[in-house]
């Protein structure tokens, strides 16, 4: 058998270690329109309670439902199925796709 360790350069630089499988695929985004969307509309959650607005959301079908305080520093990655909430004061202030 032949060597089973693989080479690959880098930047001209050459590194050598076992094969892995790719990891490219896991890495691709999650773009609008690869799958279904929920059609539910956003911008009825403003005004509701946390409570009522996530139970709200698991009814009409979205797979993660996110709630954060304003100002929190979040990921811009676009997650299909996932609604997010602006809760202040236990009352939701802003909700968007994604």
Do not use: H, K
């Not at 499988?21 to 985004?29: K, L, Q, R, S």
């Not at 005004?47 to 929190?72: C, K």
């Not at 979040?74 to 236990?90: A, K, P, Q």
């Amino acid at each position: 058998m032949g060597d089973p360790w693989v080479t690959a350069v880098c930047e001209g630089r050459a590194f050598r270690g076992p094969p892995r499988a790719p990891t490219v695929a896991a890495m691709a985004p999650n773009l609008p329109g690869d799958t279904p969307e929920t059609r539910d509309d956003p911008e009825v959650y403003v005004g509701l309670t946390q409570e009522a607005a996530q139970e709200r959301a698991r009814q009409q079908g979205w797979s993660t439902v996110r709630a954060v305080p304003p100002g929190a520093m979040l990921t811009m990655e676009y997650l299909v199925g996932r609604i997010n909430f602006e809760v202040e004061d236990g009352a939701v202030v802003r909700s968007w796709r994604g």
